[in-house]
């Protein structure tokens, strides 16, 4: 198949991409007649760009059905914890009578229409059936120094695969308590093993230089703490990934998330995507991801360009309804109405796929995303993160 005529968000001119056996066999400049083959299969886009399908580095996949919850500015995760336990009982109990299968084919699918085909989840194995996108459950997750019993134990076990990265929410917090929870974590990392810390909102330059990575998780903090960690500075130190968090903290919509990230002015415009993409594909171990580059996987995103914007400025004005076109190894996970007719009429069928409306768009998703929106209602959550504006 070929994808024909987009504009790669690094710049340069339109190109052409070829895919085959769930890879990029190769790229060249749109137009260049000599590198088509007649009968290939191909869509043709315009006024569109393309970037790798994004890697979200922190999520909590069965947590996405919650709505945001939070009733003040907090100091640390621990008092947040406990106070929406207590004032939103109700509203948690009414999520948490869905079947947490319906709550986890909901969390793939919050990213799936973002743009995402890596989600790197954090916890408890989860048992996933839809392989729609690729879910990262090989590291090692431990809760927080707080919240995790035994937690020295478990980082210092020394049958943990050394290799394996072991990450954990660590500096979720303003306080003091939550400065030293970092330096307790650095002092029991007595096999130095590599940990990927998860928000690290109270972590210092001297502190951050013990660690593999921080997931920056920028609309959770906010939310949470009124403050993010202080990325200007510590991206000096160690690598930087880009996380949503779950919906329980953080909005559905990462484009959101990033347009706050970059307003930070902590990031350039290529660090930010390079920490959705290739900077992730390297830390997390993920072989052959995070570009588009002949043999690689063909995991790419195409979105529509709005008028007058260049190739950075289109990436970051984009929402879930700009989206034209998920591929995740080579295969279509989604797609706009808008290419509808070409993909029809290139003797494809839309066996496996369902129509959803996002605002005015028209998208066609692989699996039944309207038959699990209808189930969900059925439990009559109070709330929950499904934005009216997603209809069925
Ligand atoms: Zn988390």
């Not at 743009?115 to 048992?127: A, I």
């Not at 970051?316 to 996970?333: C, Q, S, T, W, Y």
């Not at 959803?356 to 209602?377: C, F, H, M, Q, R």
Request: glycine share 8%; charged share 20%; proline share 4%.
């Amino acid at each position: 198949m070929r994808l024909n005529n987009v504009t790669p968000i690094t710049g340069g001119r339109d190109i052409d991409i070829l895919i085959e056996d769930g890879k990029i066999k190769s790229i060249c400049q749109s137009g260049d007649s000599e590198t088509s083959i007649p009968g290939e299969p191909t869509i043709e886009f315009h006024n569109a760009i393309a970037f790798p399908g994004l890697i979200n580095s922190h999520d909590h996949l069965d947590f996405n059905l919650f709505p945001q919850l939070g009733n003040r500015i907090y100091k640390n995760y621990v008092e947040w914890g406990e106070d929406i336990h207590l004032q939103n009982k109700n509203i948690i109990n009414s999520i948490l009578k869905i079947p947490q299968e319906l709550r986890i084919q909901w969390g793939i699918y919050k990213n799936l229409l973002n743009g995402v085909t890596t989600l790197v989840n954090h916890g408890p194995k989860l048992d996933v059936k839809d392989e729609l996108i690729t879910i990262r459950q090989e590291s090692y997750s431990l809760h927080s120094v707080q919240l995790e019993s035994k937690w020295k134990y478990k980082l210092n076990n020394p049958f943990i695969d050394k290799n394996c990265p072991v990450s954990i929410h660590i500096g979720e917090g303003t306080d003091e308590i939550s400065e030293e929870e970092i330096d307790r974590l650095i002092k029991w990392n007595l096999l130095k093993i590599n940990i990927i810390c998860i928000h690290a909102v109270a972590m210092n330059e001297e502190q951050a230089e013990h660690f593999k990575a921080i997931v920056w998780c920028p609309d959770s903090n906010y939310f949470l703490l009124g403050q993010t960690a202080e990325i200007a500075r510590l991206k000096n130190k160690t690598q930087i990934l880009f996380g949503t968090d779950s919906t329980v903290s953080a909005g559905w919509n990462i484009w959101e998330h990033l347009r706050l990230a970059r307003k930070t002015g902590m990031v350039s415009d290529t660090e930010l995507v390079n920490m959705l993409t290739v900077l992730p594909a390297d830390i997390w171990g993920i072989p052959n991801s995070g570009i588009v580059k002949p043999g690689y996987a063909a995991d790419i995103a195409i979105a529509k360009r709005k008028s007058g914007t260049k190739a950075m400025d289109a990436f970051f004005a984009l929402n879930p309804e700009d989206i034209l076109m998920v591929m995740h190894n080579g295969k279509i996970r989604l797609f706009d109405e808008d290419l509808h007719a070409q993909i029809m009429g290139q003797g494809n069928s839309l066996e496996g796929f369902h129509k959803i409306y996002l605002g005015d768009a028209v998208k066609y998703v692989s699996g039944n995303l309207p038959g699990l929106l209808e189930e969900i209602t059925k439990y009559k959550p109070i709330k929950s993160s499904i934005p009216g504006y997603i209809r069925w």
